[in-house]
T-cell receptor
Framework: GDSVTQMEGPVTLSEEAFLTINCTYT??????LFWYVQYPGEGLQLLLK?????DKGSNKGFEATYRKETTSFHLEKGSVQVSDSAVYFC???????????FGTGTRLLVSP | DTGVSQDPRHKITKRGQNVTFRCDPI?????LYWYRQTLGQGPEFLTY????????KSRLLSDRFSAERPKGSFSTLEIQRTEQGDSAMYLC??????????????FGPGTRLTVT
């Protein structure tokens, strides 16, 4: 079945460090890909998305590029802030049905 | 637009009791989803509605679980004869599906269920 694999956390960084969170997927067909973020005590929020190969999603300084050849959608940010501390989920879905299939999440901890 | 709301936010119940959760989606959204999230895991799909029709159910949704969306607005998720393994965060999401395509899912804050 369709699945998403994320790197295990926690990822611990100092403020202004470069962030990469790896995400790969297995799917029959060509899904849309998403990154969701869950801040402490809050609900899931869509961070960015990409709907086809080579698309780059970006938001709030975060970026991810849909790589069909490596079935990956790695999340990157050039300079993290303490306020970026949260759990990040990679997910996929297919047009029409739209059920989201999530990875297990990666906790990011940013220290001042 | 106040977003997706869920009630209650927390529920503690004894094993064997029945519980019911409510979700109020964003008003113009025609799709409503239920997910379950256990500690350290990502959300897992349970079921979804388009308007009042329940179109898909995961095999995770045993016969003790039932969901309704009677008028195509709010939805309820009932768990009968709760078990300790039902302890989890239950998430509701809604989206708008229109002729031009589907739009992102907006999530509520979740209902945390603890079965003792």
């Amino acid at each position: 079945g369709d699945s998403v694999t994320q790197m295990e956390g926690p990822v611990t960084l100092s403020e202004e460090a470069f962030l990469t969170i790896n995400c790969t997927y297995t799917a029959t067909g060509y899904p849309s890909l998403f990154w969701y973020v869950q801040y402490p005590g809050e609900g899931l929020q869509l961070l960015l998305k990409a709907t086809k190969a080579d698309d780059k999603g970006s938001n709030k300084g975060f970026e991810a590029t849909y790589r069909k050849e490596t079935t990956s959608f790695h999340l990157e940010k050039g300079s993290v802030q303490v306020s970026d501390s949260a759990v990040y989920f990679c997910a996929l879905s297919f047009t029409g049905f739209q059920k989201l299939v999530f990875g297990t999440g990666t906790r990011l901890l940013v220290s001042p | 637009d106040t977003g997706v709301s869920q009630d209650p936010r927390h529920k503690i119940t004894k094993r064997g009791q029945n519980v019911t959760f409510r979700c109020d989606p964003i008003s113009e959204h025609n799709r409503l989803y239920w997910y379950r999230q256990t500690l350290g895991q990502g959300p897992e799909f349970l079921t979804y509605f388009q308007n009042e029709a329940q179109l898909e159910k995961s095999r995770l949704l045993s016969d003790r679980f039932s969901a309704e969306r009677p008028k195509g607005s709010f939805s309820t998720l009932e768990i009968q004869r709760t078990e300790q393994g039902d302890s989890a965060m239950y998430l509701c999401a809604s989206s708008l599906v229109a002729r031009g395509g589907a739009y992102e899912q907006y999530f509520g804050p979740g209902t945390r269920l603890t079965v003792t």
